[in-house]
């Protein structure tokens, strides 16, 4: 029962690291880089969401209002900390995003606080029997139901429609696109977008869970970039499957072995992913051309 338990509570968790990791692959695909201030990113857009709640904005308004401060912040990040450094062909936006990262806390500190604040939501918290002495909350229903459908929709938006098959070019093949007159710079913000869109709504499904805070996605980010980095950078599927396992595996290490190891089982899948598969399970070794 004990074990069921903690791989209920772990996967719910695990999909929450999934998107956004989901969001990492994303941009990673069309320019290889990564908004390592995705964090804050996340933080920032929650905060945003619960002072529209507090202001009585519904709760049915609050999530898509959410959603689009997420991209729009996505795309503030692209334009003024990546696009620079990518059209000088040089690595600068690694610096840049940490930056952006570190002057969202402070301003998240001067406007919000530093106190962790819990996040209002009409989901019912009492837990629900499914069998064997099993229990599962609402709002960990809602987490996996809003992670796979906003895969979904992400994947529906690449795949048929026009911006989306524009993104897709640029992710299989940046030159080749351009020259069939296909805007990388345009594809590579939608990313950005779509990527700070993702964040934002994992940060509004675990709120409920973790409370809103200057700090709460510090080590969410550090997990969601292990599974990224362990599914593979380039792949676009597996997230879900890797974020679940070390979900259930760090909840099994903080039961049995104590919550200050919480945090080992990312941290080791991600040394043992960049010295024995770089490239990720479900990624494909990259082929230089020379």
Known sequence: MIIGQLTVSGAAMGLVYALVAYGFQMTYATSESINFGQGELLMVSTFLALSLSNLGVPYPLVVPAG????????????????????????????????????????????????????????????AVNIGGGVTVTPVEISVAVGVFLVMVLVELFRRRTLLGKAVEAVSADRDAAELMGISATTAIAVSYAL??????????????????????????????????VVAGLRSGTGVALVGVALGVIESLTAFYIGSGWRDAPGLILLILALAMRPNGIFGKAAIRKV
């Open 67 to 126: 959603l689009l401060i997420g991209a729009l912040l996505g795309l503030f990040v692209e334009r003024t900390a990546v696009r620079f450094a990518l059209e000088q062909r040089n690595e600068n936006w690694i610096l840049t995003t940490i930056i952006f990262g570190l002057f969202a806390v402070s301003a998240a500190e001067n406007i919000w606080g530093t106190d962790d604040v819990p996040f209002p939501t009409p989901i019912p918290q009492n």
């Open 195 to 228: 990527s700070g869109a993702v964040a934002a709504f994992a940060g509004i499904l675990v709120a409920p869970i973790t409370s809103v805070g200057p700090n709460m996605a510090a080590s969410l980010i550090l997990k969601a970039f292990s599974v990224a």
